[in-house]
């Protein structure tokens, strides 16, 4: 087995170092000094980062350890490291997309997701690897090179936002953001053995979010423990009055019901996902979702199957849905305004060599096929049939919710694969993301929780699926399956 | 450039044949004047410092998200319900094409469900003109190129100012059932009167605040058919209007006359030339790629904003004509100008305190064409029963109204301060028969059958009278008693 950098939580995880830094045993300073070290040590072998705030996050966490010195309140994440994934923007930090056509370009504003985690005295640590826009699963799609598996430095992180999944399963720190538009929180998540979120669509703000799909985005939270992540959750969550999709609520108190078990909860496994409806997921993933069953049955759930049987149509929706608006939200990168500007003899000349040089392959690819989409004569019959499946969809999966307080799958259909296994062949890149997209497609909320390992000893992660803002029972249910996993002797990376 | 170049009515324009009949829809943008822009919180200003009013969402910058501006849609519905349509749940949709000064590279407007739809307008001839839809969308910045012959193409470079870009604009969208230029003019001039009389936009054509693009195309009278059909752009004022749907038809109708047809294409008015041109070719036939903004949710209107709205209307100039032709005892259409100049309440309320109509009407259109200043109606009523009463002259009533204008003083203060007296007509009657009396020749030469001469010698007495009186007379009075005198 190659290389393993892994060390998830390596100085403690985010409540833990909250605590400590408010509690005066250790500075954030110190906290942050520890990470930058750590992330100098393996990011050249990861290569999790974009670009590292090492300044910035000295001089954020000084600011920090002064309002503690002068009896201030620190926050909920006093001190805590936190990595950003580069498609969320940072006023006078570049910004990239880990895309060429973005070069040089620093937003003159932040993200709300990141003002309330600094609001919290979060420190922001750096932008991570994505796939270029948010498209892929395995952080190839970047400009700026793959993203190593911390725990196998020969494998993919998953993706797209495989940067901030594998910075806190290298414990480069303890939390971090992502984006999932098809699974790019989740899949990541399974990939490198870390809890990985997609709340609710419309319960986290997306404004600052360089969107790749607007109808489907959504931010979420990378950590090593379900209790992170709730915690996270609860930061970033809520109403935001720059965000007209943005649920008029305020953040669901996802921490309350941590501890209180799953007895007389009603777990579904997803029929289609379980086993030969949708093929290729691999055994030892569909053997790990069974455990993830039998430990929550044991623990005094019901546990059925349900058939939601629209999925299927899941990824040839998706694929029309998410090109067709990402053809329009990157059209804006045409070379006049700011980012990387090609010669042309006229301005449309000027407008197709700066698309030409800026994008990358798999970018193309989707705008083509989303502008084809929408063609006149054409988006009936695709837009159109897709926006009508994702009713379905979405239907079938509030039928299932009638009966289930909670619904199980697969996050990803197989472990970490080889760096350039899948690169040669979009449609098998695609198909990574099948246990994912339905949630996206749908709104639900849906998150991966790490459960053991599979035949190449490569973390598995196992999917709970909610109803609309049923973020509480959904981590209610993965906390239950986190302290399944404590004593069990197949967790990885584990204490 | 968006100055007016009026050439007024003496230009000699083409005439239109008596067996052709124009097919004209009218697009209009209205500039909705609401305090900040339609997706952010820039101020929505004309003529500020290029490129301030700007921020991440007007700019489109990556990662930025429009939020409506609920006084923009507000304004919509009532301009919607003021033109009889029916208001809708809108759904914001994604126009999808490329232009610098369009940021986002899509331009959010409306698609298949716009806010407002189906209704119509009746112009001041008594016209109805059918409304297909009035939808909310965003304006663009605006580009100045430099070099060339000024167009994008031929420019060395352009400068582009995103000001504008993000301001709020209804586009009315007339059925093609305008069948001649003046009622082209008349739409637009009505459309224009009640943008103004709800406050929505302050609809400026030369300055953009209201952009009139035309479709024209002409066809057999008699026949139902549709032909090819031309957009004609940069029309930059309501006479404009008229103009270049004239001339457009006729080339039209030439082309057609020499055995060629017309291509569906845009042109552009050249207002010096007097010729529409035909603008940037396009070989295919534009594909906006709509769909449903995703970062907007549909926009629905409650049952009470729907009421508040249609209780917030108010009288619009259709309605002020009929009021006000049926308080002066006038024809609808002679009320037109004081409607349009917002006058209709004003002297409705000169009227009602207890001013003859046919005066009020008058002096308005006449002499209060500047604005009625520091007049209020009561003075003005005052003002004109001392006219009607016969205590002015109309010279000098016109005197008195210009100050009264300026002052806001009484008629009555001032008219003596002029040492306008009131004359006693028994006074005047004895004066004139003095007159006669002293000059037989003239007399003889009014009475006479030389209508030159005796118009002459009426401006001899009058002039003599008005010396006498130092102007205190009423021409008018003057002129009868001298007609009465000869009469009798």
């Known amino acids: 087995m190659s290389e393993n950098v892994a060390h998830p939580a390596a100085f403690g995880d985010a409540a833990a170092i909250a605590s400590s830094v408010a509690a005066g045993e250790r500075t954030a300073s110190a906290v942050v000094d520890e990470h930058l070290a750590r992330i100098d040590e393996h990011e050249d072998a990861v290569h999790a980062f974009n670009t590292l705030m090492a300044d910035e996050a000295r001089a954020a966490a000084a600011a920090v350890d002064e309002r503690i010195a002068a009896g201030e309140t620190p926050g909920r994440l006093a001190g805590v490291p936190v990595a950003l994934k580069d498609n969320m923007c940072t006023r006078g930090v570049a910004t990239t997309c880990s895309s060429k056509i973005l070069e040089g370009w620093k937003p003159p504003y932040t993200a709300t997701v990141i003002d309330r985690l600094v609001a919290e005295g979060a420190i922001p640590v750096g932008k991570t690897n994505l796939d270029e826009f948010a498209m892929g699963s395995s952080t190839e799609n970047s400009a700026f090179g793959a993203t190593k598996n911390p725990y196998d430095l020969d494998k993919v992180p998953g993706g797209s936002s495989g940067g901030s999944a594998a910075a806190v399963a290298a414990g480069f720190a303890p939390v971090s953001l992502g984006s999932d538009t098809g699974g790019s929180i989740r899949q990541p998540a399974s990939l490198c053995g870390v809890v990985g979120v997609k709340p609710t669509y419309g319960a986290v703000s997306r404004y600052g979010l360089i969107a790749f799909a607007s109808s489907l985005d959504q931010i979420g939270p990378f950590t090593t423990s379900v209790a992170d992540a709730a915690l996270m959750y609860e930061v970033i969550a809520g109403d935001d009055p720059m965000d007209s999709t943005a649920a008029p609520q305020p953040a669901l108190p996802v921490s309350s019901k941590l501890g209180a078990g799953v007895d007389g909860l009603r777990v579904g496994i997803i029929t289609e996902m379980a086993g030969d409806v949708i093929e290729g997921i691999s055994a030892d993933v569909l053997a790990r979702l069974r455990a993830a069953a039998d430990a929550l049955a044991a623990a005094g759930a019901t546990v059925d199957e349900v058939s939601v049987p629209s999925t299927v149509y899941g990824l040839p929706a998706y694929y029309m849905v998410a090109p067709a608006e990402a053809s329009s939200n990157l059209a804006r990168f045409d070379g006049v305004r700011y980012g990387l500007r090609a010669d042309g003899t006229n301005t449309a000349a000027m407008n197709t060599a700066s698309r030409t040089a800026g994008f990358g392959a798999e970018v193309k690819r989707r705008i083509m096929l989303g502008t084809y989409a929408l063609s006149a004569g054409y988006r009936d019959a695709f837009y159109g049939k897709a926006q009508q499946i994702r009713t379905r969809i979405t239907e079938d999966f509030d039928r299932a919710y009638e009966s289930f307080d909670v619904l199980l799958s697969p996050a990803s259909p197989s472990t970490a694969f080889a760096l350039g296994d899948k690169t040669a062949d979009p449609l098998t890149m695609y198909l990574n993301d099948v246990c994912t997209i339905p949630s996206n497609l749908s709104g639900h909320p849906a998150m991966s929780v790490p459960f053991g390992v599979g035949d190449d000893g490569l973390p598995i992660g196992v999917q709970v699926l909610a109803p609309m803002m049923g973020e509480v029972v959904m981590f209610q249910v993965a906390a239950a399956l986190e302290q399944a996993m404590a004593s069990d002797a197949a967790s990885v990376g584990g204490a | ?488």
């Open chain 2, 1 to 488: 450039m968006y100055y007016t170049v009026d050439r007024g009515p003496d230009v000699h324009e083409p005439s239109i044949p008596d067996d052709w009949e124009l097919v004209v829809g009218l697009e209009v943008h209205v500039e909705l004047s609401t305090k900040t822009k339609l997706f952010c919180g820039c101020a929505n200003a004309f003529g500020s410092e290029p490129n301030t009013n700007i921020c991440p969402t007007c700019l489109g910058l990556p990662g930025s998200l429009p939020v409506m501006n609920a006084a923009a849609i507000e304004s919509a519905m009532r301009l919607g319900r003021a033109l009889n349509c029916t208001v809708s749940p809108g759904v914001m949709a994604r126009k999808n094409y490329t232009y610098p000064d369009m940021p986002k590279d899509f331009q959010t407007s409306q698609y298949d469900k716009p806010t407002n739809h189906d209704g119509w307008l009746d112009t001041a001839d008594g016209v109805r003109i059918n409304i297909e839809r009035a939808h909310i969308e965003e304006d663009t910045g605006k580009s100045t190129h430099v070099g060339g012959d000024g167009r994008i193409s031929s420019a060395q470079y352009s400068l582009i100012d995103y000001n504008r870009a993000g301001v709020p604009l209804l586009e009315i969208v007339s059925c093609p059932d305008i069948r001649t230029a003046e009622e082209a003019k008349a739409y637009v001039s009505e459309l224009r009167g009640i943008v103004l009389a709800l406050g929505v936009s302050d609809a400026k054509m030369e300055e953009g605040s209201m952009r009139v693009d035309a479709n024209v195309s002409v066809r057999p009278r008699g026949s139902d058919e549709l032909r090819t059909r031309c957009e004609i752009k940069n029309i930059n004022s309501i006479s404009s209007v008229g103009r270049a749907i004239q001339h457009e038809a006729k080339r039209h109708i030439d082309l057609y006359d020499s055995g060629e047809r017309p291509i569906q294409e845009t042109r552009h008015w050249d207002e010096e030339a007097g010729r529409t041109r035909p603008g940037r070719s396009k070989e295919n036939e534009e594909d906006y790629r709509y769909f449903p903004e995703p970062d907007l949710t549909p926009l629905v209107p409650t049952e009470a904003e729907l009421a508040a709205i249609d209780a917030s209307i108010p009288v619009l100039p259709g309605a002020q004509r009929t009021a006000l032709a049926e308080a002066a005892g006038i024809e609808t259409v002679d009320a037109s100008l004081i409607v349009e100049r917002g006058d209709a309440g004003f002297a409705l309320d000169a009227i009602a305190a207890g001013a003859d109509g046919g005066r009020v009407v008058v002096h308005l259109n006449n002499n209060l064409a500047d604005g009625v200043g520091k007049l209020t109606p009561e003075s003005f009523a005052a003002l004109i029963n001392m006219e009607t009463g016969g205590d002015l002259s109309s010279t000098q009533t016109k005197e008195v109204l210009a100050e009264m204008v300026e002052t806001g003083g009484a008629a009555a203060d001032i008219a003596s301060a002029k040492g306008f007296e009131a004359m006693d007509t028994g006074e005047l009657d004895d004066m004139i028969d003095e007159l006669i009396a002293n000059n037989a020749d003239q007399w003889a030469r009014f009475c006479g059958d030389d209508e030159g001469d005796a118009k002459k010698m009426a401006g001899f007495f009058t002039g003599q009278i008005m010396k006498a009186t130092k102007g205190q007379a009423d021409g008018k009075v003057v002129a009868q008693i001298l007609n009465s005198r000869k009469n009798g």
